[in-house]
């Protein structure tokens, strides 16, 4: 059966803090090592009342402490926040302590508005251009050590030296990071949880257009995806009105904590409202597992994913928790 991994963005609700949304990571890692997760990423978002996840490096080292047989890392450092050298020596530093076990998922998105943004990069030296790809090339240079002599970053060594960066994966919900990813050789990503973009178009791109490298010999390719499993039907759409609820306020620009569903199923959406829940339900999987399972088989095999990544964005943390269980017993992958 292909590897089911976990996508955890750290949720706030109204009935819990930051702090304990973040000690509820620790629990569900815990949780995902034991039910044979192969994976475990958390996110960086800034700014944001219902996410805690906003430094993932952080988090990363206290999960991977925690378990024992997860993959552990980033989905994803958003580089544009970051100096390259901070994020390779970050992450070789990881590697160290924890080798084999760490991956580097990066993206090139802020996570967060454009003022948070300034907030986060007004001490370096920033432009309105995107300067992804030159903050992806040095990062990758400073690794391979191959600036030109003449270059003062050429005698620059990212610490601790002798460690090399765990593997690459890049972030994306459109082609472009499909075609970035499989131009330099590295893993690839695909948010189908919140893309308006084709899964299968990018990933099978990737795969197409893929090019060797010292990171990655093939392609390899990640499907994350919002599920929303339950014992029966019923009760997953009951857990789901917190997400469609989630999804209004973000349209319309308001970014609060995760409501209980009956906070949400007593809502006064608007026909607007509906409309836009709907479209929303087609990026969702939600149901009991014999519902969920072979709409998701269908888009695995659409998209030729490598992998399945899970996001579970629910009021209810021990919900949430059966919910990764349920999908682990579905999908038939081994505790052992």
Known sequence: MIPLSVLDLSPVTTEISDAQALHNSLDLARHADALGYRRYWVAEHHNLATIASCAPDIMIGQIAAATARLRVGSGGVMLPNHAPLTVA???KTLEALFPGRIDLGIGRAPGTDPVTSLALRRRQDISDDDDFLERLQELLLLESREYPPAHPFS???AMPDGVPLPP???LGSSGYSAQVAASIGAGFSFAHHFASHD???AMLAYRSAFRPSP????????LAVHVVCAPTDAAAERL???V???FVRRAKGEYLPLEHPDA???YPYSAIDRERMQQNRARLFVGAPERIKPQLDRLIAATRADEVMITTMVFDHAARKASYALMAQTCGIDAA
């Open 240 to 242: 789901a009105a917190t």
């Open 155 to 157: 005698k620059i060594r």
């Open 264 to 266: 949400a199923l007593a």
């Open 89 to 91: 020596e970050r992450f």
């Open 244 to 246: 469609d609820l989630h």
């Open 168 to 170: 690459l994966f890049l």
């Open 215 to 222: 990171m990655r010999s093939a392609p390899y390719a990640i």
């Open 199 to 201: 899964a299968a178009d």
